[in-house]
């Protein structure tokens, strides 16, 4: 008789598990396809079990608190790590639009469009998504303080990206400082 794998509740505490699905977000603001493409990439990486269809993968991302739709409870390990594995692949493959938004090479107008285009996407999709009511998702839509954390988010997947990324974005995503 054999036993199941035990499973462990996740790691991350409610202010990870809000970043962790910012993070998601912020893919789908940069690649118009990119809902689609997490669906893709949980195929491909072997994630069926966990994420058999697009449903349970939004069911997962449903336990940001910030969320319109909620879900009560816990992920359990397993499943947070199987999305920052798929949100570090995601990254390696926007890391090239993700370094030409934080480089500074490029002429500053060219720059601040790029800005200005993944700002209005992202806010677009948290007006869809999110709680309006909340204080952090109005933080995230202030015209001010939300460049600044659209900036971080940008920041956070380019590091996510390369060798190494998955352990960078658990550790960053278990800080509750972060």
């Known amino acids: 008789m054999t036993q ?11 202010r990870g598990l809000e970043r962790l699905d910012l993070l998601l977000l912020c893919t789908e603001a940069l690649d118009l396809n ?11 990486m072997g994630y069926t079990s966990l994420f ?3 449903v349970e993968l939004w069911k997962r991302r449903c336990y940001n608190p910030l969320r ?18 798929i ?26 469009q790029r800005w200005g285009l993944f700002r209005s996407r992202l806010a677009e999709l948290i007006k869809e998504r999110f709680n309006l009511r909340r204080g952090g998702v109005q933080r995230l839509l202030d015209p001010v303080e939300g460049r600044a954390l659209s900036r971080q988010l940008v920041q956070a997947l380019a590091f996510s990206a390369g060798p190494g990324g998955f352990e960078r974005l658990k550790a960053s995503l278990q800080d509750a400082a972060a």
């Open 52 to 54: 058999p269809n697009r």
């Open 68 to 85: 319109r739709t909620t879900r009560r409870g816990a992920l359990v390990e397993q499943e947070t790590d199987a999305l920052i594995r």
């Open 34 to 44: 990119g809902g689609e493409a997490m669906v893709w990439l949980s195929e491909e």
């Open 4 to 14: 199941a794998p035990e499973q462990r509740p996740s790691p991350l505490s409610r």
């Open 87 to 112: 949100l570090n692949a995601l990254a390696d493959r926007l890391y090239p639009m993700l370094r030409s938004l934080l480089s500074s090479a490029e002429p500053p107008e060219i720059t601040e």
